[in-house]
């Protein structure tokens, strides 16, 4: 039985038209179900939580006898359970992206229109947005797409909202450092949080705007000034880090990638990313020189990309991808799922910094537990490294905090 990804994600719209007779309503069972089943795919789990070997890939074989099992099982226990006509669907979340137009938005918004978690999806954008949101809404998933253009539509398009997303902003260009960024993205999230705030307070935010070392201590004294502040629904989306660090270690190791799992502290830029190769899964040896080479790469994965597409824009694909897996994560969280872990910079007291990238528990609430025990037992390298990186990493996000405690000023 082949398995791909147009199949995958156009199960909740199949099930939910198509007639329930008892013939046909153990195939609907069947198709529905590979959505939940492949909503663990591509590491949204932790690797310390996931069976890999039978998910290895779509089209491998141990994957599709895996997946056909889990099907069967499935549609007899639904059988089994009602003699009625059940329309089987998703969970009904709103997510809504703000700067869904940009290079960012536009792959994360299909990757996201893919989830059958999410029922309706909100494109927000300064302009250009209803052509991305009209093109979107041709896919054949489940999740409704809506548009919402400049200042006036803001606030509708954050009603009701279970997550936010936030990749607005300009990108790097070549020579660009993430600090260059500050002035005008600082004041692009300023302004959307306080939207956020007002409108959808209890919302999982992510923001994924640069520098987020200091972007995530803003959006924070914003919801601090509008009394709506929950820390353990604001973060900071550093998984490209993780994503970066596992492609690479695989790479490296000839390692088969959906088994590998790298988490990575600190913060989202230069040497404030610290991967930690010693807590690598699988458990993988490394000489003193690849784990410096592998390190000082993943650190500067973005300006790779920056100068590979010659002033043409950043790391936007990676990115999108990267930040649909968080959001993935967020949604199997708030649907209940109990063993959730994602790598986050969120407000945390593993270090004396306020603010700290680190593994984390999600769940129904946002972050249930910062996981310590990466911090412990580090190489000397990388407690060097730690020490090394927390300087700056306080200076941005005080940097952060002075900058949203200013008066406002006119733009």
Do not use: W
């Not at 909202?161 to 660009?176: C, E, N, Q, S, Y």
């Not at 528990?361 to 990186?389: H, I, M, R």
Request: hydrophobic share 40%.
């Amino acid at each position: 039985m082949a398995v791909t990804t147009a199949s995958t994600f156009s199960i909740g719209l199949v099930a939910g038209t198509q007639a329930c007779t008892d013939s046909k309503f153990k195939t609907l069972s069947m198709k529905f179900n590979s959505a939940n089943y492949l909503k663990s795919f591509s590491g949204l789990k932790a690797a310390t939580s996931v069976t890999c070997e039978s998910v290895s890939s779509f089209l491998g074989k141990e994957s599709t006898t895996a997946l056909r099992d889990s099907f069967t099982q499935i549609a007899q226990k639904q059988n089994e359970r009602t003699d009625n006509c059940v329309r089987p669907q998703a969970s009904a979340f709103k997510v809504a992206i703000l700067g869904a137009a940009g290079g960012i938005g536009q792959p994360l918004a299909l990757l996201i229109k893919m989830s059958p978690l999410v029922s309706t999806l909100h494109l927000y954008d300064i302009a250009n947005v209803k052509g991305v949101a009209a093109d979107l809404s041709h896919c054949n998933t489940p999740a409704q797409v809506l548009d919402f253009t400049g200042n006036a539509e803001l606030a509708n398009s954050l009603k009701g909202v279970d997550v936010v997303v936030i990749p607005a902003g300009v990108p790097r260009k070549p020579g660009m450092t993430r600090d260059d960024l500050f002035n005008i993205n600082a004041n692009i999230v300023k302004n959307l949080v306080q939207a956020v705030a007002d409108n959808c307070p209890e919302a999982f935010i992510h923001i994924i705007s640069n520098p987020v070392n200091s972007t995530v201590p803003i959006a924070a004294e914003v919801l601090k000034q509008k009394g709506v502040y929950d820390p353990k629904k604001l973060f900071g989306v550093t998984t490209l880090d993780v994503v970066r660090a596992n492609t690479f270690v695989a790479q490296k190791k000839s390692l088969k990638l959906i088994d590998v799992d790298v988490p990575v502290i600190g913060g989202h830029a230069g040497i404030t990313i610290l991967p930690l190769l010693s807590k690598a899964k699988p458990s993988v040896s490394f000489t003193d020189e690849e784990v410096e080479e592998l390190t000082v790469r993943i650190q500067n994965a973005g300006t790779e990309v920056v100068e590979a597409k010659a002033g043409a824009g950043s790391a936007t694909l990676s990115m999108a991808y990267a930040a649909a897996r968080f959001v993935e994560s967020s949604l199997r969280a708030l649907d209940g799922d109990a063993d959730v872990y994602e790598c986050s910079f969120v407000q945390s007291d593993l270090t004396e910094l306020p603010f700290f990238a680190s593994r984390v528990k999600l769940g129904k609430k946002g972050v249930e537990a910062l996981l310590s025990s990466d911090l412990q037992g580090l190489t000397e390298y990388e407690a060097k490294a730690l020490e090394a990186l927390k300087p700056e990493l306080k200076e941005s996000i005080e940097k952060g905090v002075a900058f949203a405690q200013k008066e406002p000023q006119s733009a």
